[in-house]
């Protein structure tokens, strides 16, 4: 069973990220605040559970959640600052859009940048342990999920529909034979790693340990 919170005095928001590791997209951010009362027995870690427990929380915690935002930074911000920097940005961003103003923050992971004055907790597999941490995770990935979905519409060939952008080895093998588009991380150095057997973007490699 999740923990329903972390304290009892102050607000609590939980906020994770989804896409941090993909080759190809935007990196999505979730940011919820959930009544201490708030329950779902499929209620985890968006990585243990199926899409359709996934898509089937989606609405839940929307409708019971006291406040909810989703955000992200696209492809170019990301080539820019890093990933890390970007998933950071995008929590700030998602945190920026809530209509309730939270007091503390439980961040899933063991890094973050702070957010204004607000105080936050890092929490190394979060989203197994705090039900909003675990809620922000659900709706970033599914929000992330779909629109990965729309641009298979554009780029079918890179099998968006079923790798999300991920480097599975279909995603390899479509950009071996088709090249790299708008939509895939340039700083991820996808080609040269492939060609040459490569790390993909050091900024990468840190964030998979975060």
Request: glycine residues 6%.
């Amino acid at each position: 069973m999740l923990k329903s919170y972390y304290q009892r005095k102050y607000v609590e928001a939980g906020c994770d990220e989804a896409g941090r590791g993909c080759f190809a997209g935007p990196v999505f951010a979730a940011a919820v605040i959930l009544p201490r009362a708030f329950r779902h027995p499929l209620l985890n870690d968006s990585k243990q559970l199926t899409v359709e427990e996934r898509n089937d929380l989606r609405p839940y915690i929307e409708e019971k959640a006291i406040a909810y935002s989703v955000a992200q930074v696209e492809v170019e911000e990301i080539d820019y600052i890093n990933i890390l920097q970007a998933s950071f940005k995008a929590m700030h961003l998602a945190l920026e859009q809530l209509p309730v103003y939270p007091e503390l923050l439980l961040i899933d992971g063991n890094r973050f940048t702070s957010y204004k004055t607000v105080p936050h907790h890092c929490i190394i597999k979060g989203d197994g342990i705090y039900a909003s941490i675990a809620a922000a995770s659900v709706l970033a990935k599914t929000y992330r999920d779909a629109y990965m979905r729309k641009l298979h519409e554009q780029y079918p060939h890179y099998f968006w529909i079923n790798n999300k952008g991920y480097g599975t080895p279909e995603h390899r093998r479509a950009i071996g034979q088709h090249g790299i588009c708008e939509h895939h991380r340039k700083s991820f150095r996808i080609l040269a790693a492939q060609e040459e057997g490569a790390p993909e973007d050091p900024s990468l490699v840190l964030a998979e340990k975060a």
